[in-house]
């Protein structure tokens, strides 16, 4: 017996990652933490980001997702909470203070912890009430009646997250580039104001989302 659909497949893989391409909330993160941070830290924020991801989907597919878009109050707490914290962090980046902002000395001190950062992901993939909308609209249509659920929702989820993490990946590797390339010429505050006021626009984009 098929685990699934291999022409559904071979479409739903080009697909899912020209979506998680497209610049969104988690891209965004990541663009902003490879300039702060750094490449190799950033990776603690996207394992938090695939569990919210991987969460989002399955719930998207057995159901959940459609009680939680009925009573939107669930994401409130998540949607202002999250959304100011980041905010926050980004202010403090712009203000070069705070534990993720380069150090002016260029020192690569690192104060905030993984589990702040892999929560940070976490938050911003299951907070964003877009997020599980697109799921409950797109993901449905490459599940083949005629297959057993059990077989091919592991094998799509698995595919979601590993398009996703290669595009963190490719955003976050973008970030970090250009923090090696801005801090060659010592501009330091200016690595730090612009991962800042990104980090602010998404800690916006989630709230008002």
């Known amino acids: ?48 980001e695939l569990i919210g991801v991987g969460l989002v989907a399955t719930s998207s597919v057995i159901g959940v997702a459609t009680i939680m878009l009925k009573y939107p109050t669930i994401f409130l707490f998540l949607k202002y909470g999250g959304g100011a914290y980041l905010a926050y962090l980004g202010i403090q980046m712009w203000m070069s203070k705070g534990k993720m902002a380069l150090k002016l000395d260029n020192s690569c001190e690192f104060n905030i912890s993984k589990k702040s950062l892999a929560m940070q992901g976490f938050i911003t993939a299951i907070a964003n009430p877009k997020g599980w909308a697109f799921f409950i609209a797109l993901l449905p249509p490459f599940i083949d009646d005629s297959l057993p659920m059990i077989s091919q929702l592991p094998i799509l989820i698995l595919m979601i997250l590993s398009l996703e993490f290669l595009c963190l990946i490719i955003y976050a590797s973008g970030g970090s580039t250009l923090r090696k390339i801005l801090q060659d010429s010592s501009n330091v505050r200016l690595i730090n104001k612009i991962a800042g006021t990104l980090m602010i626009g998404i800690g916006v984009w989630l709230a008002s989302s």
Do not use: E, R
């Open 1 to 48: 017996m098929d685990l699934v659909n291999i022409t559904l497949l071979l479409v739903f893989i080009p697909t899912f990652f020209f979506v998680s391409i497209t610049p969104g909330m988690c891209m965004t993160l990541a663009l902003s933490m490879g300039m702060s941070i750094g490449l190799k830290k950033t990776f603690y924020m996207m394992y938090g």
